[in-house]
């Protein structure tokens, strides 16, 4: 037993947004399976909770526990690159970041990704997290293994041939399964992609979104609220030359633009609600058309460090140009005054239980507001709008949705809530949010 595993320590956990605090009565830091496996026979004798956090970049209180908090710090690095299968074999608490920068130098990339990688990997995978796709979709239907520690602290591992029922139950567990130790994706050899970013006015994208989704591999595009104007982005697959964004020019653009003006921008809404139309209508004209192309990670992913607070709602895709008008007619008609842009992206059908793109082609509705801004009434509005849609919520971001509720949008939602009786009876990895989205 490692030196750093046998001194554990009580802190205040907080995630990445301030909107869930927790203070657990231990903190435990595994270095290994085996270690991990004993933290949670001592915590069953002990009669406490447990739950594994990542970074905490889920906006809801998915990892919060007053028993037991397993920090993965030490559960990191890469176990194994199969080039044959192509596949990697990736610690559960290894940030994404550095699996991307790690990958990249073997001359391997991800298939897709989303736009932030602080995430460690069993964190971004539990909840769903995904990026825009035609025909790649999120970062959970990349992987082709797992290994699964039980509240019994049997190790089990789960694959489309091994444990499969829960294979597809866990890639996207929410943690109420058991503890995700490692992971195998699928990695394809480093390719390079031309990002074409283009304003464009409502109106348009809104009438030619069926065609801007078919027509580009991943497509995503921000609207401006009290605005006519969006922002499009489409990544698409290139033969080269590597063009990278100039180092003055990104600066400027991801930066200057997307984070340090954007961070005056909030804070002055924030103090002064009135002036944030006016603040959308600069905002909309101040990022300007760009053409680059560099390795995936570079275009998929950029810095985020405003910070805020997310609602977002996965719609049938067929359902989001209605959605999104929806939206857009409760914002002009309403006292509202919303500083960030709305984000949509979209995702192919896929095969996991309670993915929010589970049995169809999904269109994601993402709302923000700056951290510290009230965001109940517009929050509500929207999931009000999204609801009506048959919307899923992405399980680590605001909503109010229940149990009742998932067991309408998700057909399978029932397999998930069986195997979680049969794997975790005495809901050792239960909390507040899963008993409300879960049930007892």
Known sequence: MSDTYARTRTSTWHNWAGTVTARPARTEPPASVDELADVLRRAGADGLKVKPVGSGHSFTAAAATDGVLIRPD????????????????????????????ALAREGLSLTNMGDIMEQT???????????????????????RALELVTADGTVLVCSAEQNPEIFAAARIGLGALGVITAVTLAVEPIFLLTAREEPMSFDR?????????????????????????????????SAGPAAPPGKVSAWVDDELLS???????CALGRAVPATIPSIARLSSRALSARTYTDIPYKVFTSPRRVRFVEMEYAVPREHAVAALRELKAMVERSPLKISFPVEVRTAPADDMTLSTASGRDSAYIAVHLYRGTPHRSYFTAVERIMTAHAGRPHWGKIHTRDAAYFSEVYPRFGEFTALRDRLDPDRMFGNDYLRRVLGD
């Open 74 to 101: 030490l559960l990191t690095g890469i176990r194994d690159i199969d080039r044959e299968a192509m596949t990697v074999t990736v610690e559960a608490g290894t940030p994404l970041k550095r699996l991307n920068t």
């Open 121 to 143: 990997v069993a964190g971004a995978t539990s909840t769903g997290t995904h990026g825009t796709g035609r025909d790649s979709a999120s970062i959970s239907a990349q992987i």
């Open 205 to 237: 994208v809104a009438s030619d979104f069926d065609e801007l989704v078919a027509e580009n591999e991943h497509f995503e595009f921000y609207w401006f609220p009290h605005t006519g104007n969006c922002n499009t982005k489409r990544n698409n697959r």
């Open 259 to 265: 984070n340090g003006v954007f961070q005056v921008a």
